[in-house]
């Protein structure tokens, strides 16, 4: 609404009512547009989770031959043992407690802790097309 940032002027007509119409506009687009993403996260996340689980096993995850970049691979596994240290989830915690081995849980409990923003950067380096293309 300012006309010059500087001088703190504002535009001719700049009103509050106009002021507390597009603050309430851009608060219902965030909500609309994460609720949406929220909903994309999850099934992006139920699918890749699934379908890779089904045909390379639980341990997918931990499958270095599974990965195009073994750099991205090792960066990406170090930062999920990570994830699962933070975790406060009841599922993880009771996972320690009944296992030892492998060294992680499976799939559909490590890949649930962590971002969506790691779960894509696996599924990028992951090395077989078609799998990624079912998923997709």
Not at 33 to 55: G, V
Not at 106 to 131: C, H, I, M, Q
């Amino acid at each position: 609404m300012e006309a010059d940032h500087a001088t703190r002027r504002f535009r001719a007509g700049a009103n509050f009512r106009t002021v507390v119409t597009l603050y309430r506009f851009d608060t219902e687009l965030k909500s609309l547009l994460f609720r949406a993403i929220q909903e994309i996260e999850i099934a992006m996340r139920t699918r890749i989770i699934h379908h890779f689980s089904l045909q390379f096993g639980p341990f997918w995850f931990m499958d270095a031959s599974l990965f195009s970049n073994q750099s991205l691979f090792d960066q990406h596994l170090r930062i999920l043992r990570r994830d699962l240290q933070h975790s406060n989830e009841d599922y993880i915690t009771e996972h320690w407690q009944r296992y030892d081995s492998p060294d992680m849980p499976p799939s559909w409990k490590t890949l649930e802790v962590t971002t969506f923003g790691l779960l894509s950067r696996l599924y990028s380096n992951f090395a077989d097309p078609t799998a990624k293309h079912v998923v997709a």
